[in-house]
């Protein structure tokens, strides 16, 4: 990856590129955006972006990166170091989903994308675990303010807690409805409250 | 849909296009598969794929219908009647993943593929319900036997056993094993076994 552009007009372009990229791989798929519609649909032009990405598996890399940012922004609680509330990361994981339409997620969205392409592959798998940890940080706060039990696997829980919000997130994504996503997030939060 | 073809030379031709549509559009993505990709490598002549689907859309259908049926087939305790165990379906849905190399979802890999297209959308939401109607089939057989507490919702256990198995799959394809897919079936199943 190249170094991050210094100047704000810099930092503004390559953010256009990035988030251009990302509406676009989301909506289309990685295979199904060519930088030529990157371009077109950012106004920005070739030496432009190759001048802050080597190619498009470099753009990639650092869309994928902003989807994570995308989807830890939206999710406060698990950065909030006062919050030792498992619900309100709940709250906020519906709420987003709710925003979009119950859309896919923007993250596990790109996940059978990168099969073929070991360097897109590790990177999302290592943008995962980034969310994960911090999800576990999350339920051990709980654990330490006594709202979940001290015995439960704090990496497990995270671990099912995410599953639930994956596979939560396609189901009302084809119901287009918050049914399949509240319900098995509850149900794992049943589990484990006092 | 055009009717099912008479000789079984017919249904073999048909077959073809449909098994080999489905690999690639499981792939590929639908978009990502054009007809004559489907043609080249099922071995099969463009009169002959429009003998038997009107156009993409049916094909695609179609490939949907058996990306259902294989899913199905991979599961036979939702069809046994004989079967009251729910830990059966999560062996089975366990050695499916393990067979196929920790694989996408046969159809969970479409839902998002289909936003723009009614009917397709429509489709892959109906062979969802089937698969949560068998499932939901199921658990009341366990409920029956006495398995499952039967104050339990049937329909609410098959959807959130279903959305586990959606997350489950997406992660332990992301992460190349079984621990996701697992661990969160067995967390649904601790919750209602007694």
Chains 1, 2 share one sequence.
């Not at 909506?27 to 990157?38: A, H, K, M, Q, S």
């Not at 996940?111 to 675990?129: C, I, K």
Request: proline share 4%; aromatic share 4%.
């Amino acid at each position: 990856m190249r170094p991050e552009p210094t100047t704000s007009r810099g930092r503004r372009t390559r953010e256009k590129i990035v988030t251009t990229a990302a509406r676009l791989m989301h909506e289309r798929g990685i295979g199904g955006t060519p930088l030529e519609d990157v371009l077109a649909e950012s106004g920005t032009g070739k030496s432009q972006l190759y001048h802050y990405f080597g190619g498009k598996q470099e753009l990639a890399v650092a869309v994928l990166e902003h989807q994570l940012e995308r989807v830890l922004a939206a999710q406060p609680s698990l950065s909030d170091e006062e919050c030792t509330d498992l619900r309100r990361w709940r709250d906020e994981v519906l709420a987003a989903a709710d925003e979009s339409g119950y859309g896919n997620c923007p993250l596990g969205a790109f996940v059978g994308q990168v099969d073929d392409d070991t360097e897109l592959r590790t990177t999302l798998a290592r943008l995962f675990d980034r969310w994960q940890d911090a999800l576990t940080t999350l339920v051990r706060r709980a654990q330490a303010a006594g709202e979940i039990p001290a015995d439960v696997s704090a990496e497990h829980l995270a671990l099912t807690l995410l599953t639930a919000q994956q596979g939560g997130t396609t189901l009302s994504h084809l119901h287009g409805s918050p049914e399949a996503l509240a319900g098995s997030l509850d149900d794992v939060l049943a589990r484990v409250s006092r």
